[in-house]
């Protein structure tokens, strides 16, 4: 069985400062790896994802994230955070070898001005 | 292009009632997937259809269902409706090439809000 956890159900950070939301995932064999936004009475945006190569992925308005085999994890990251980027983040992993698309439980982030 | 769209975007229906919801994908995206978010549970996968055929399926019992047309367009039914089955049922499509090719993003519409009173 495949999951993914996410630890933090809410990060608060102040605007300007580094945003991380992490992610750890559990899976058989090579793991496709997803993060997606959700912002109030929306459905999801995808931000970006890792298939292979780079551990360190870019993607949309700025995030980026690292993928980490050994520790099994694909953390968020944003330099720099906006309040815009208050949100409701999930990580999602998929089987390279098919299979669903398992989400984690969310992190809502808080950027305060 | 225009995005996934779903209709209708609110519905109240009574237990045991059954109800249809329609996703329209973006134009080219041959994989539909749909998901239902609750507060407890969050995000759960129901099925996945693509080229018209089901080809993944979650832990949701019978009375969940789907299908696919040949234009891609999907519907999901919920038949005998519990009060558990208010959600937000999100459909997601994405350009998946092949049968064998799951490395492609989902983009999402805006969801179904069920009410089931």
């Known amino acids: 069985a495949q999951s993914v956890a996410q630890p933090e159900d809410q990060v608060n950070v102040a605007e300007g400062n580094p945003l991380t939301v992490k992610c750890t995932y559990s899976v058989s064999g090579n793991p496709y790896l997803f993060w997606y936004v959700q912002y109030p009475n929306r459905g999801l945006q995808f931000l970006l994802k890792?298939?292979?190569?780079?551990?360190l992925v870019k993607g949309s308005y700025g995030f980026e994230a690292e993928f980490n085999k050994s520790q099994t994890s694909f953390h968020l990251k944003k330099p720099s955070a906006l309040v815009s980027d208050s949100a409701l983040y999930f990580c999602a992993v998929r089987k390279a070898a098919g299979n669903k698309l398992t989400f984690g439980g969310g992190t809502r982030v808080l950027v305060k001005p | 292009k225009a995005g996934v769209t779903q209709t209708p975007r609110y519905l109240i229906k009574t237990r045991g009632q059954q109800v249809t919801l329609s996703c329209s994908p973006i134009s080219g995206h041959r994989s539909v997937s749909w998901y239902q978010q609750t507060p407890g549970q969050g995000l759960q996968f129901l099925f996945e259809y693509f080229s018209e055929t089901q080809r993944n399926k979650g832990n949701f019992p019978g009375r969940f269902s789907g299908r696919q047309f040949s234009n891609s367009r999907s519907e999901m039914n919920v038949s005998t409706l519990e009060l558990g089955d208010s959600a937000l049922y999100l459909c997601?499509?994405?350009?998946?090439?092949?049968?064998?090719?799951?490395?492609?993003?989902?983009?999402f519409g805006p969801g179904t809000r069920l009410t089931v009173t």
């Open positions: 890792y298939i292979t190569g780079d551990n």
């Open positions: 997601a499509s994405s350009i998946t090439g092949t049968q064998a090719d799951f490395s492609y993003e989902q983009y």
